[in-house]
C-alpha cells in the first residue's frame, strides 16, 4: 500500500493546572509529493485523554475564510480535508474538556504548510494557472455553494485519472476520488464514473460504469468501505448511485433484457434497483418499467437509439434502448421515488417501498411530454415540455428540477422545435394537475448529459453542461477515439461550464472547467468533505 504521509512537526506545551487538557501532546504530517489520494493532513495526539477533545481551525494565507474540523476525541487520529494542492495554509489546534460549553476552547499548536502537490499536475488549485492547462479555467460570480463535484476523465494522463473532483468557491481543487484502472466500459469511451452521493458519516457512495464493481462506499480519506461484487450478464448498473432517505442503502438503476413478441429486436429495459450496504449487502430490485409502460406502444423518440450488448453468452450487434431511465432520488416532498425515463421524457413518483409481492402498484403519478395520455399533470404551455432529460429531483416545495437535453425537440421538431437544452424547474399544481415552468436557463445542446441540482442551504439551482462546446465537440472527441486516434496525453479537449442560478434563473456564478480525454456527466453542489465547516 502507498505510504502516505510523513511527519514534519511535533509540538509540546507544558501542563496547565488549570486545565488538564492543555497538556496533550501532537503531531500532524502531509502527504508524500505525488500521492495518489485525496489531499489530507493527518494529525496525531501523543498524550491522549479520554476526557479532553480537539479540532483544528486552518486556513488559506491567500483567503479570508477560516474552516473548523468537528470536535474529535484526542485518543485517535484526526484526518483535516478540504486541502488545495500547492496552496499555502495556516493552522491551529485547540483542545477542551469532553462536555464543555467554551465554543472555542484553548490553543495547544500553531504552524504552516504548503500543501503538496498531487500524482497530476494538472489537478492544480488556483484557477487559470498552470500555464492554461490546469484543470479549472475561471470562477466568476458569487457562489453560494460551498463545494462543486464533478467528473474528470484523463485516462490517457499518466497514472491514468477517471474520477470526481471537489472544487472550493475560490476555484481551489480540495479533494478528489480517483477509478484508476477503468474496465467493462459500456458507455462512450472511458466512462468510469457516474454520480456521487455523501453519507451522514461523510462517507461517498460511488456509482461508476465499471461492470463488476459498480458501486462502493468511500472514506474521505480515500478507503474504499465496501462494494459490490457484480456480475451483469443480462444487464449492468448504468446510472445514478443516489442515496435513500436514511443514506443506509443506494438507489440505482438495472438494465433488463426484454423479448418482445412483434419487434425484431430485444428491447433493454430498467428495474430500479436497492443495494442495501448497511444491512448485510443485499441486493433487490423494486420496479420493473416494463410492468408500467408497454414496449410495444410506448415507444419515445430515442425508443429507437440501437447499441451491441451481450446476454447468456450471445452477443448481438444491435438491441434498441427502449426506456434508458436514468435517475432515481428520493423526493424531499413527500418521500417518494422519483424515476426519470428518458426514452419515453416521463418522469414519474413510485412509493418508496413497493407493495407486498404480486399485488402490483406503487406507481403514483407521472408527467410526460411524449405520452400525455399517461401524464397526470397537462403543461400549461407546450413550450414548456422537457425531453430525454436528466438527473430529476423534487424540491420541499413539490416542484420539479431537471436538465432538459431536448432531444426530440432539438433533433425532431417537438414541441416547436429548438436548437438548446436547458436547466429547468416545473411547478406541479395538484388541484388543477397543471404543470408549468418556474424558470429556465437555455444553454448549448447536449444530447446525452448533464445536470440541475438544488444548491443546499439555498433557494438556487446549478446547471450543468458537461461540455460547453455543444454536441459537435462531443462527437468530434468520440469519433477521434473510436478511431483509435490518441487525444494528446491527457490534454485538453474542451470546456464544461456550472453556471448557478436565482429563482428567477439568472446566473449568479460561473465556473468554467476543462475536458480531458471525456465529458463529465453531471456537476454537483454541496458543503462539507468531511464535517469540516466555515467559522
Known sequence: MQHRLIVLVSLWLAA???????????????????????PQVLVSFTAGDTECEARVVYKKLSGAQQLATPWSPTTGDMSVLRLAPGVDYSLDFYSRP????????????????????????????AAGESNGEGFIVSLTGTP??????????????????????????EGDIVWFWNLSTPSGTPDFGSFATHSIDQRTDHSFA????VADNPLEVVSPQGEVLKYLAYSGECGILTHEGRLNGDKTKLLTVRQTWLEVPGLALPQIGNTVAEWDFEGGGSWRDLYDLSEFFDPSSERGFLSRSTYAASCNGTTLPRVQDWTHANSVSVSAFDGSLIVSVRQLSTVCSFLPEPPAEGSGGGLQWCVSSEFPDRSNFTFVDEADMFFNEHAVMQLES???????????RVEGGYAGGGSNSRGIEFELDWSALTIRKVWDLPVVYDSHQGS?????????????VPDNGGDASRRVREEKRNNGSALDGGQPTGLCMATEVDRTGQPVAELLARIYDDTPYRGIPSTSINGERPL
Open 452 to 464: 440541475t441540482y438544488a444548491v443546499p442551504g439555498t433557494d438556487h439551482s446549478l446547471v450543468f
Open 206 to 209: 460511488v456509482q461508476s460504469m
Open 16 to 38: 496547565a493546572a488549570e486545565d488538564h487538557c492543555l497538556s496533550i501532546g501532537a503531531t500532524y504530517a502531509l502527504p508524500e509529493e505525488g500521492s495518489t489520494l485525496p
Open 144 to 169: 453560494s455553494w460551498e463545494l462543486f463535484t464533478t467528473e474528470v476523465h484523463a485516462t490517457s494522463s499518466a497514472p491514468p485519472f477517471s474520477g470526481f473532483v471537489t472544487v472550493d468557491v
Open 398 to 408: 413539490g416542484n420539479l428540477v431537471l436538465f432538459d437535453n431536448g432531444n426530440a
Open 98 to 125: 469532553v462536555g464543555s460549553a467554551d465554543q472555542f476552547g484553548a490553543s495547544i499548536l500553531n504552524g504552516s504548510f504548503t500543501m503538496p502537490q498531487t500524482a497530476w499536475p494538472w489537478l492544480t488549485s
